[in-house]
């Protein structure tokens, strides 16, 4: 071997493991700021078992923010996972449950359903990309093979991959002191002065295509069957519940009453219960934004409506 | 694709590994389809542009070439240019135009739009062209034969987007030759990459953020926010396009292609004339200079034509400016009109800095005066930035009139400021910076890091590269100058 190809080797070489010393600080560094984060919340949890695991997108979040998920917890008498993800589609939401269910067990999921994650890519294929979750998610072979057969199947970027087992995202960690939380959790304790226009641009991020594409719905209508599948086959009951949300933002919504059909046919006929609270709790006093429930808004929500669904009663 | 995108760093391996592969003589073709999909990777229809821009310069190149009278050359050369040029106003200006002579009839949107953003890149590429065709009329350049080498002049993919704007007469010779890097070309151009990739992911985007809200909302940040704004974005800027030029020329590089230098160190300019003459974007400095200043006669008819010459120069550079991802806006006439009332002072007290320095040359040369020149330059350029970076020109004004009605007690807010860690990032970075420069300025780094022990430069290769890793922000933010 010549010399300048020696030279080279050698300064590969010190690059790598130099890589792999930023690298290991930044996994230790994710471990002492995580706490949002699904896959953080399955390798970190205490215990085996659970009695109910929440899936969903950023609606569900505010049952864990703080403390919540303990008083639930303690109010319900029941040990409760949220791996709830900001902006999480039925296939985001699948590929947690499939990790979830080889780590640990679970008695009961609780799907919290959004029409807008059914629309777009922006909330499935493309959340696997976004360096806020990557940089949050601890590093498992299973978990890069895992998803690189998501890369492989379901048209997840091949960039996501790699910055998952290069660890790209956690090296390049803007937040790397900061605590991982979601950035509503802050506005937690606020009540939300109702705002068309806030409303109209919030459904405007949504709903990314003004036009709803059927082949993108039957679509995401697919994954979430194969999601009930993989739950059924698992032995896991699964409970469907739409969070609650302003009448005056409900209105928003577009195409509704033609999702709740089409979803709520599917539900019927695998025997599978939803619970739709969409228009449980209009007061502005519920809601911390647009459209999420604050302390008082989840306060409410346990005692008259998610508590018996999830003692059983 | 940007060069700071991961489509990149696939792309360009990929380009040396085949071109490395190709006969020495078909190497022309293969860098040509590699320009084109570089191009073409951004907006495949600005191919369109790009086509018809090489049309028109080779054959309206061969024309003047051919021609037997002096009638028939002018005419190619003024039809060539009117394509060119008419285009890239057509592009900037006529939407705009359109509107605001709405706007001034009061009368509701009527006239037709021509809806199309510039290209990517024209303005970079279109002043190529005229260079070429102008050069041809002079009897500069002997107008090139082969149409292959003239398209990849005009499309070199290291310098479409932004620059620099090379002469046919430096690149096309260079085309003769193997289209192979030579060892230390390919040190040279490594290393111009990684700072250029420096500049641009850890100092200009970690600068950006700050700056972006400041000037968002002039009216409500505080004279301390501005303040730090406009020295953040002096920096901004210069690390943006300069961050750049130095991917650009070491891209080149790796294929054996010099570029001209088009950034040396401007903040440590000791005039304005200094900065925009020799050390900033010193390409088109010397455009302007050798294609629209001299024509109009330059220094030589009279004093006040001069001033008229130089004042041409800059409000015509503001115009080419508008349209910079900061919106086209009259903001850019005003800032290359400052520019030339700059230039105006200059020339104005040229003489008493003249009889200065004869009567007292050692005060005159004296460390001092010159940081003091260089300060004040640099602030002066500083102001000019405002009117670039701001949306209009009465926002410009407001951010510097909150600035100058909070400067006497600027130190105690100063003092006061709840500074975040991205500003002390910011400020650190910008030290760091400037200490380079200065170093460089004297002795050039890479003869210095070529000097040091092995385990320096290469602790200095890793700092670097790590630091590119930990701190550039690597989320795609477009170059300024890209979109000029």
Redesign the interface.
């Known amino acids: 071997m010549t010399h ?1 190809r020696k030279t080279a080797l050698l ?1 590969v070489a ?2 790598l493991a ?2 792999a010393g ?1 690298y290991y600080a930044a996994e230790r560094q994710m471990y002492r700021t995580g706490d949002a984060n699904p896959f953080f919340k399955i390798a970190t949890a205490a215990e085996e078992d659970f009695d109910w695991v929440i899936l969903g997108a950023s609606h569900a979040m505010p049952l864990d923010f703080e403390d919540f998920n303990a008083k639930i917890e303690r109010a319900t008498g029941q040990r409760i996972l949220n791996l709830a993800a900001p902006g999480a589609g039925p296939l985001y939401n699948r590929f947690v449950l499939e990790h979830f269910l080889d780590r640990r067990h679970t008695d009961n999921v609780l799907y919290v359903l959004d029409s807008f994650a059914f629309h777009s890519s922006t909330w499935n294929e493309e959340r696997f990309a976004d ?1 806020k979750l990557l940089r949050r998610t601890p590093f498992a072979p299973a978990l890069a093979w895992h998803l690189t057969s998501y890369s492989l199947q379901e048209g997840v970027d091949a ?1 996501a991959v790699l910055d998952y087992v290069s660890g ?1 995202s956690k ?2 960690n ?1 937040d790397r002191f900061q605590r991982d939380v979601w950035e509503g959790e802050a506005q937690f304790d606020r009540t939300h002065r109702p705002s068309a226009a806030a409303d109209r641009k919030r459904i405007d991020y949504l709903y990314p295509s003004p036009e709803a594409d059927p082949a993108v719905f039957a679509r995401y209508r697919d994954v979430f069957t194969s999601l009930l599948d993989t739950a059924e086959r698992a032995g896991v009951r699964v409970v469907v519940v739409k969070m609650p949300v302003p009448a005056r933002f409900h209105r928003l919504l577009p195409e509704e009453p033609a999702f709740d059909q089409a979803i709520g046919r599917l539900l019927l006929n695998r025997g599978i219960p939803i619970h739709d609270f969409s228009l449980a709790m209009d007061e502005p006093r519920f809601y911390f934004d647009t459209d999420h429930l604050n302390r008082a808004g989840v306060t409410a929500f346990l005692s008259d409506h998610l508590g018996p669904i999830l003692r059983g009663d | 694709m940007l060069f700071t995108s991961f489509a990149f760093f696939v792309f360009l391996p990929l380009v040396l590994a085949v071109n490395a592969a190709t006969p020495a003589r078909w190497r022309w073709a293969w860098l040509l389809l590699a320009s084109y999909v570089f191009y073409a990777a951004w907006e495949p229809f600005n191919l369109l542009y790009l086509g018809v821009v090489t049309v028109v310069v080779y054959g309206c190149g061969r024309g003047i070439a051919l021609a037997s009278s002096r009638g028939l050359r002018i005419t190619l050369l003024v039809a060539g240019l009117a394509v060119v040029l008419g285009l890239m106003v057509a592009f900037k200006f006529y939407d705009f135009l359109i509107g605001e002579l709405e706007q001034i009839a009061g009368i509701a949107r009527v006239l037709p739009r021509l809806g199309v953003a510039t290209p990517v890149g024209y303005s970079f590429y279109a002043f190529c062209a005229v260079s070429y065709l102008v050069d041809a009329y002079a009897g500069r350049l002997a107008p090139e034969r082969h149409a292959g080498n003239v398209a990849l002049y005009v499309a070199w993919f290291p310098k479409i987007f932004a620059g620099p704007i090379e002469r046919a007469t430096t690149f096309l010779p260079q085309l003769g030759s193997a289209l192979r890097a030579t060892p230390e070309q390919t040190v040279a151009g490594l290393q111009l990459i990684g700072w250029g990739l420096f500049k641009k992911l850890v100092i200009a985007d970690n600068l950006a953020p700050l700056v972006d809200r400041s000037f968002s909302i002039a009216a409500y940040a505080t004279p301390v926010d501005l303040l730090l704004s406009v020295y953040f974005f002096a920096f901004q800027i210069y690390c943006d396009f300069s961050g750049y030029t130095d991917i650009a020329i070491g891209v080149s590089l790796l294929f054996g292609i010099s570029l001209m230098e088009n950034f040396r160190r401007p903040y440590l300019s000791a005039s304005t004339a200094e900065f925009w003459g020799r050390r900033w974007h010193i390409s088109l400095g010397r455009w302007f200079r050798d294609y629209l200043y001299v024509p109009l006669g330059g220094s030589r008819i009279g004093p006040v034509r001069r001033y008229v010459n130089l004042m041409a120069v800059f409000v015509v550079s503001g115009l080419w400016h508008a349209g910079l991802g900061y919106g086209v806006g009259w903001t850019f006439l005003v800032w290359g009109a400052l520019n030339g009332l700059y230039q105006w002072a200059g020339v104005a007290t040229g003489p008493v800095w003249r009889r200065l320095g004869a009567r007292l040359p050692r005060l005159a040369a004296s460390t001092p005066l010159r940081v003091l020149r260089v300060l004040l330059t640099f602030h002066l350029i500083a102001v000019a930035w405002v009117f670039f970076r701001a949306a209009s020109v009465g926002d410009a004004l407001l951010i510097l009139e909150r600035i100058g009605s909070g400067l006497w007690r600027m130190p105690g807010l100063l003092l006061r400021y709840p500074f975040s860690v991205d500003h002390y990032l910011g400020l650190g970075l910008i030290a760091l910076l400037v200490v380079l420069e200065i170093l460089d300025e004297r002795r050039s780094i890479w003869q210095r890091l070529a000097a040091a022990p092995v385990a320096l430069r290469w602790a200095v290769y890793y700092a670097g590269i790590f630091a590119l890793l930990v701190l550039g922000r690597w989320q795609a933010r477009e170059f300024i100058y890209m979109q000029f």
Request: glycine share 8%; no cysteine.
């Open positions: 300048p300064f010190i690059g130099l890589y930023v360096a960039l790209f090296i390049n803007r």
